[in-house]
């Protein structure tokens, strides 16, 4: 199994051709009629892919056209030149220009290469993968600080094998970007929780000043009170209802106001929690 990263500068058709110069006896596209490939048995077992699956195996074989090598044998190659070979043909297929930036991680297990190997169908069908892949816009690149994507692609021994993810490089690195640069919700959140503070606090010490004003009425009624009583005492009890239908309100706004400020304190407790 390889893991290669496929970004790869492209070479000429000339140059590619003249590396790969052992040639086959009869062109590498009919080998696939000595015997089935994986493709053929993909498509007869899903024909709603056939179509598609045509058109990515055209596509590879038109990979091998523009770099002249259809006729180059496989067989002769070990399984190491095989690999090579293939990277530097991948390498020829063109990115658009919203995935230049892209980073791509390839995976092809043991089985996979040997069925690629003798199996020129699968090969050109891996390739036109690519090509398809390669040519597909992105429609976020350079918004949000969107700069590509990473790709990770598994190939085994059948097209069913083939796993494929891709993942914004701002997705990979959301904590990077976010210590580099708040997004303006990040900044609008921070704003709306000082604010909420400042008003919990301005709320606090409104309610500490409305409590210091309702004790010194609280004391002024328990004066008033101790008045009543003294005068009572003394035998003056035609003073002991003066004003009684005052002190009484005046008492029950004291506790209510209290109560409030207990709320109050309260609620910004838990808010700082």
């Given at each position: 199994?390889?893991?290669?990263?496929?970004?790869?500068?492209?070479?000429?058709?000339?140059?590619?051709?003249?590396?790969?110069?052992?040639?086959?006896?009869?062109?590498?596209?009919?080998?696939?009629?000595?015997?089935?490939?994986?493709?053929?048995?993909?498509?007869?077992?899903?024909?709603?892919?056939?179509?598609?699956?045509?058109?990515?195996?055209?596509?590879?074989?038109?990979?091998?056209?523009?770099?002249?090598?259809?006729?180059?044998?496989?067989?002769?190659?070990?399984?190491?030149?095989?690999?090579?070979?293939?990277?530097?043909?991948?390498?020829?297929?063109?990115?658009?220009?919203?995935?230049?930036?892209?980073?791509?991680?390839?995976?092809?297990?043991?089985?996979?290469?040997?069925?690629?190997?003798?199996?020129?169908?699968?090969?050109?069908?891996?390739?036109?993968?690519?090509?398809?892949?390669?040519?597909?816009?992105?429609?976020?690149?350079?918004?949000?600080?969107?700069?590509?994507?990473?790709?990770?692609?598994?190939?085994?021994?059948?097209?069913?094998?083939?796993?494929?993810?891709?993942?914004?490089?701002?997705?990979?690195?959301?904590?990077?970007?976010?210590?580099?640069?708040?997004?303006?919700?990040?900044?609008?959140?921070?704003?709306?929780?000082?604010?909420?503070?400042?008003?919990?606090?301005k709320a606090v010490e409104e309610a500490r000043a409305k409590r210091e004003a309702n004790l010194?009425?609280?004391?002024?009624?328990?004066?008033?009170?101790?008045?009543?009583?003294?005068?009572?005492?003394?035998?003056?009890?035609?003073?002991?209802?003066?004003?009684?239908?005052?002190?009484?309100?005046?008492?029950?706004?004291?506790?209510?106001?209290?109560?409030?400020?207990?709320?109050?304190?309260?609620?910004?407790?838990?808010?700082?929690?």
């Amino acid at each position: 199994m390889s893991i290669i990263n496929t970004n790869y500068v492209p070479k000429s058709s000339d140059s590619f051709a003249k590396t790969y110069v052992k040639k086959a006896n009869v062109s590498y596209n009919s080998i696939a009629s000595s015997k089935e490939s994986v493709v053929e048995d993909y498509k007869r077992r899903h024909p709603e892919s056939a179509a598609h699956v045509n058109q990515q195996v055209q596509a590879g074989k038109k990979v091998w056209a523009k770099n002249g090598v259809e006729d180059v044998s496989r067989d002769d190659m070990s399984m190491e030149e095989y690999q090579k070979f293939f990277h530097a043909l991948l390498g020829t297929i063109p990115y658009d220009s919203t995935r230049v930036c892209d980073v791509n991680y390839l995976t092809i297990s043991d089985e996979g290469w040997e069925q690629m190997k003798k199996d020129p169908e699968y090969e050109a069908w891996i390739l036109g993968y690519f090509v398809e892949d390669r040519s597909v816009r992105n429609p976020f690149f350079g918004w949000g600080g969107n700069t590509g994507m990473v790709c990770f692609e598994r190939f085994g021994a059948s097209i069913e094998e083939h796993h494929g993810q891709g993942f914004s490089k701002s997705a990979v690195n959301g904590d990077k970007n976010k210590k580099k640069e708040e997004s303006w919700w990040d900044k609008r959140r921070k704003k709306t929780k000082e604010l909420m503070m400042e008003q919990q606090v301005k709320a606090v010490e409104e309610a500490r000043a409305k409590r210091e004003a309702n004790l010194q009425e609280y004391r002024n009624h328990q004066l008033k009170s101790q008045q009543r009583l003294k005068s009572f005492l003394t035998g003056k009890p035609q003073q002991q209802f003066m004003n009684q239908t005052d002190d009484r309100k005046s008492a029950a706004e004291a506790y209510e106001n209290m109560a409030g400020l207990f709320q109050s304190i309260i609620r910004y407790s838990d808010f700082k929690r």
